[in-house]
């Protein structure tokens, strides 16, 4: 089975400052795909950014970008310039590919603080 | 487009009274649909999914059941509602077989039960 793991229970960081936040993944499948999703105080569930593990090419959007490191089933999730709104609960997912319903199996979430 | 509905966003219902969340799904045909509960400050626990019409799934044996009516409709219910469901459930869905783009979620359903 797959498991998803964010070390990270909570972080914070100064306004318009960088932030890494850690997922690292279990798996025996070579092909995959990863995502980061991200909960605001209102608790809407919204998609941060997705990665596809064939492509080499690390995923970006606009000020979030990942560190994909596929040996060390590793994939982390840069804030840059970070922003008060992008204080929320963020959640590395995992899914294999063509499994039945496209299950995604979630990280317990790290919660991220953006200080002024 | 496709958009998600989730109903009612906040319920407040007595220890022993029956349940029922619903979701849709708009601009899709043949979606995957999930239902995930989320303790205060928590993770998600995926409490039931379907990928067809009747077709049900349930990861975690409770005092709640799913149902998917139509194509595009996915209810959550309990007969008696217990303290312990109390939480914030999502309702999500995802396309069908190919590619994988994620869940989109719903806004939420905020119960407690008093």
């Known amino acids: 089975a797959q498991t998803v793991t964010q070390s990270q229970p909570e972080m914070s960081v100064q306004e318009a400052e960088t932030v890494t936040l850690s997922c690292t993944y279990d798996?025996?499948?070579?092909?995959?795909?990863l995502f980061w999703y991200k909960q605001p105080p209102s608790r809407q569930m919204i998609l941060v950014i997705r990665?596809?593990?064939?492509?080499?090419q690390n995923a970006t959007e606009n000020r979030f970008s990942v560190n994909f490191q596929k040996a060390a089933k590793s994939f982390s999730l840069k804030i840059s310039d970070s922003q008060l709104g992008d204080t929320a609960m963020y959640f590395c997912a995992f899914a294999t590919l063509n499994n039945a319903g496209n299950m995604l199996t979630f990280g317990g979430g790290t919660r991220l603080m953006v200080k002024p | 487009s496709q958009t998600i509905h989730q109903w009612p966003a906040t319920l407040v219902q007595p220890v022993g009274s029956p349940l029922s969340l619903e979701c849709t799904v708009e601009?899709?045909?043949?979606?995957?649909l999930y239902w995930y509960r989320q303790a205060a400050g928590r993770g998600l626990q995926l409490l039931f999914y379907?990928?067809?019409?009747?077709?049900i799934s349930s990861e975690v044996p409770q005092n709640l059941s799913a149902s998917r009516p139509q194509d595009r409709q996915f209810i959550l219910s309990s007969k008696k509602l217990l303290l312990s469901d109390s939480g914030f459930y999502l309702c999500a869905w995802s396309a069908g077989p190919g590619t994988n783009y994620g869940y989109t979620f719903g806004s939420g359903t905020r119960l407690t039960v008093v």
């Open positions: 379907s990928v067809g019409i009747g077709q």
């Open positions: 601009g899709t045909s043949n979606p995957n």
């Open positions: 798996t025996s499948e070579s092909n995959y795909y």
């Open positions: 990665q596809e593990a064939y492509k080499q």
